[in-house]
């Protein structure tokens, strides 16, 4: 499976991106992508994640309410639409995949997803 991300930029406090996540390789009709975030000194943390059989989504806490994640199956493309961006979003943006067991339901973890992309460089900043 391949991912490449894209999307990532230079923004303003309280302005929006889309960050896009296709998705090439699929050996299954089911997939789960999570989105992850990186900023420098810090953990990776997982943002959100969504399920291609029925479009179930889990978002954290610090992004609940201004980033929706969204699929096209068609395409193999997951999104991720951030609005009200604050300064604390800006980070390197990953998205990784797992064809196997996972579903995402609830917080989850690095290990949770094998397969993974390049990042995008996000900066929230006047």
């Known amino acids: 499976v391949q991912l490449q991300a894209s999307g990532g930029g230079l923004v303003q406090p309280g302005g929006s991106l889309r960050l896009s996540c296709a998705a090439s390789g699929f050996t299954r009709d089911y997939y789960a992508i999570g989105w992850f975030r990186q900023a420098p000194g810090k953990e990776r943390e997982g943002v959100s994640c969504i399920n291609s059989s029925d479009g179930t989504t889990y978002y954290a806490n610090s992004v609940k309410g201004r980033f929706t994640i969204s699929r096209d199956n068609a395409k193999n493309t997951v999104y991720l639409q951030m609005n009200t961006l604050k300064p604390e979003d800006s980070a390197v943006y990953y998205c990784?995949?797992?064809?196997?067991?996972?579903?995402?339901?609830?917080?989850?973890?690095?290990?949770?997803?094998?397969?993974w992309g390049q990042g995008t460089q996000v900066t929230v900043s006047s």
């Open positions: 990784a995949t797992d064809q196997s067991i996972y579903y995402c339901s609830g917080p989850f973890q690095v290990p949770d997803f094998p397969s």
